[in-house]
């Protein structure tokens, strides 16, 4: 569908970096992070056809910019930021689409902000704080750190595949996408400030508004890869999320890794869904 169109957008503490392709009903995909708007390159040009699709760096991450030192992230604050791109580039309510850890924000955005969310698509959200063992969580997050603390990125982040159940995902069906592969590499320049400042506390303690959920206009649509297994993280709050909400989740195919190991298959499943 042709380049995108790169903008920049001013909010309080940050310059969020952010990317337009196609024309018609707005599509905003928050990235999961340490992922930014490039990683999502391959779904964004198969629905850019006939959708606005938009993409944006959280802040912190990769080519949006904090004003100030890093701190702890926040959920209401990334919520805000995907308002603010919202209001920048149309007007009424977007379909979202968000994946993983940005479930968080999203679902934040949804429940305070209705008539901004026509659909809210969350692929496999890190919902800790929906499990019964929720404070478990809570004292992982700050062994986490103590591990990062003491013995560095590499074994802190072993520590938080082993624990959530990652490793051993599928790898890229076919040729990959070469704004795909570049956002990759940026990946690890994000990976401390996503360690160190967003999972924290702070951010993953954040716990969705499920009676403003159930009660308000847009229609949440909790999502779980085919692959993804009952012993991982994500699959589990997937599956909180949609007991919450009174619902099931829909299945797509591959894992939790499916936004760019399968972008072709996800695309049309995301179009089934909004």
């Not at 007007?91 to 993983?100: C, W």
């Not at 590499?185 to 990976?191: F, K, S, V, W, Y």
């Not at 099931?248 to 972008?263: I, K, W």
Request: glycine letters at 10%.
């Amino acid at each position: 569908m042709g380049a995108a169109r790169v903008a920049t957008l001013e909010v309080p503490g940050a310059s969020l970096h952010y990317e337009v392709r196609g024309s018609g009903p707005v599509l905003l995909i928050i990235p999961g992070m340490p992922a930014d708007a490039g990683f999502y390159a391959a779904v964004a040009g198969q629905l850019a056809g006939d959708r606005t699709v938009v993409a944006y760096d959280p802040r912190g991450m990769s080519r949006s910019r904090l004003h100030g030192p890093p701190a702890d992230q926040r959920v209401e604050v990334h919520a805000d930021d995907a308002r603010r791109v919202l209001a920048a580039v149309g007007q009424g309510p977007a379909d979202v689409l968000t994946d993983s850890i940005s479930g968080l924000p999203g679902l934040q955005l949804a429940a305070r902000h209705p008539g901004q969310v026509r659909t809210l698509v969350a692929f496999e959200p890190p919902l800790t704080e929906l499990l019964p063992d929720r404070e478990r969580w809570r004292a992982f997050y700050e062994d986490l750190h103590a591990t990062y603390r003491s013995d560095g990125l590499g074994p802190a982040l072993q520590q938080f595949a082993e624990a959530v159940g990652l490793g051993g995902e599928e790898p890229p069906q076919g040729d990959p996408d070469p704004e795909v592969t570049a956002s990759m590499a940026r990946m690890g320049g994000n990976l401390e400030a996503w360690l160190s400042h967003v999972l924290r506390p702070s951010f993953l303690t954040a716990a969705p508004d499920i009676a403003a959920l159930r009660a308000g206009p847009a229609r949440v649509v909790p999502v779980v890869g085919a692959a993804s297994r009952p012993d991982q993280l994500a699959y589990q709050t997937t599956h909180a999320l949609a007991d919450q909400l009174g619902t099931s989740p829909v299945v797509v195919p591959g894992d939790h890794n499916a936004v760019t190991s399968r972008p072709q298959q996800f695309a049309a499943a995301l179009r089934r869904m909004l």
